[in-house]
């Protein structure tokens, strides 16, 4: 078996030397001219690569130049953007030596006494205006002084029916300046000092104080004062004036807040306003001159709450609910009358929501009292240019023990309900510093050239108060020991012009009915009648 594979494998061998052989063979036996084709064919495959190869090289050169005109353009452009710099430092350096220069004259006018306003904030002050309102700053922004004005000029009469069985049988005619204040207004960092004058009074013609406080804002979003304040005891309270619906709060806010809140208060404590809430809590004293006509023997003492939230608002919404509630431990101690009887009094009354004529046709007189608490809340709501708002509150007084006479816990309350409309479309903002709503701003100002027209809003309120408590009709109070302060009603129909962000003009018609027996619960006092009246304002 071996020798035969051997065999076979040698004859494989010579078989495939004959197959490459034997065709050579016969090609090294053919014609030259044949061989002669095959080169020239060769030579030709040859030209048509070089060819080829030779366009390959001109392309790439063609690239080359390409790429170098691009390199040499990127220089330009760098050269070129070298050289702008250059120029900006030099225009740089020009305005620093201009600047130097500019202080150099400022310091030379400043020596020789003249100061002139063009150069006043390269002397370190800013003079702006925002809001109408003229403010100087430091340069850097940590001190400032700005001064600001309120103006309410108020004119009107009342329609009535002349009865001398009415306790006021002819009101007044005419006209009051309302409100005529200037604020001054001091920061130094997070610290902040207010200090308002008021030239306008219920009747004007004497210069009073609305407030003068210290304020500290450093730790956001608190803000805690000391000193003359007002702290806001409900929706309507903290509106600011200049913003109400009506030439008036309605009687029943007049009265609550002159429990222990109320403008020009002694306050200590602090108040918290975020975008959601409004909290504060305050310390209360006596108000404003209450040392004058006769010094006090003991100042009142006071607490006064409120919480206000916006559960829901966006662009066209804005909800709102609060509560609130007074206190008054101990109120001023007079020097006259019985220790622990009558040296402590209260006494709460009001006019017919328009301040021209100033009798209080409810009034509870002096109420001899140990304390007084007050609470209530306030519900509201905006969309665009329409607001609904109504609060309801509650007072209650703790009589002094009087001898022979009971002495009960007296009870007042009132409430109201406010509807709004801006005619003009511009949206009611809600003021979050104060929880409460403010004033629209006009879209198109008054412009005779312009044919802007400013802003129009129509009001409407039904605002009711009730004095009366303990008492019997027919029965004087003084057996019973309640008293007949009275009860008022008052409707409101208001149109407001804005002209533009700090004018505001007024017209108001009012029906007023008042329910009121004499002290012997046996005469009727109390009338009702209709007032026509009209504001103009100013503020910034």
Known sequence: ????????????????????????????????????????????????????????????????????????????????????????????????????????????????GATPPAVAEAAGVKVSMPEGRPTMASADGRVSLAIGGFTQFDMGGYFQNVNQNTQFPQLNNGVNLRRGRLYFIGTFDDFRFNITPDFGDRPDGAVGLFEANFNYTGIKPLTFTVGYFHPFVALDDATFPGNTLFLERPSIVNIERSVAAGIERASLGANAATEDYFASAYLTGPRFGAQQPTLLNGEQLGLVGRLAVRPYHDDDWNLHAGVSGQMVFR???????????????????????????????????????????????????????????????????????????????????????????????????????????????????????????????????????????????GVPQSVTGGVYGGQQQVASLALSWYPNDWLRFILQFQHTNVNKLNSAGTVQIGQHFETLAARAQAAW
């Open 1 to 112: 078996m071996g020798s035969k594979s051997g065999t076979c494998r040698k004859c494989s061998v010579l078989l495939a030397i004959g197959t490459y052989v034997v065709p050579a063979a016969a090609a090294a036996q053919s014609s030259p001219i044949d061989r002669i084709d095959a080169i020239e064919r060769q030579i030709r495959g040859l030209q048509s690569e070089l060819q080829q190869l030779k366009g390959e090289l001109g392309l790439a050169k063609q690239q080359l130049r390409q790429s170098r005109s691009e390199a040499q353009r990127a220089q330009d452009q760098l050269r070129e953007a070298r050289e702008a710099a250059e120029r900006a430092r030099q225009d740089a350096l020009r305005a620093t030596t201009a600047e130097t220069r500019a202080e150099q004259a400022v310091a030379q006018v400043q020596a020789a």
């Open 331 to 473: 109120p001023n101690v007079t020097a006259n009358g019985i220790p622990g009887v009558s040296r402590t009094t209260l006494d709460f009354g009001v006019d017919a929501e328009l301040e021209i004529d100033f009798n209080e046709l409810v009034n509870t007189g002096s109420l001899s009292a140990s304390g007084a608490n007050a609470y209530g809340g306030a519900l509201g709501a905006s969309w665009r240019n329409f607001l609904v708002m109504s609060e309801y509150y509650q007072i209650n007084v703790n009589q002094s023990k009087l001898p022979g006479l009971p002495s009960p816990t007296l009870g007042f309350n009132g409430g109201y309900v406010d509807l709004a409309w801006v005619l003009t479309g511009e949206p009611i903002p809600y003021d979050i510093t104060r929880a409460a709503w403010s004033r629209p701003k006009p879209l198109h100002p008054f412009s005779l050239g312009d044919g802007g027209i400013g802003a129009w809003e129509i009001a409407a309120r039904y605002s009711a108060l009730n004095l009366d408590s303990n008492v019997i009709p």
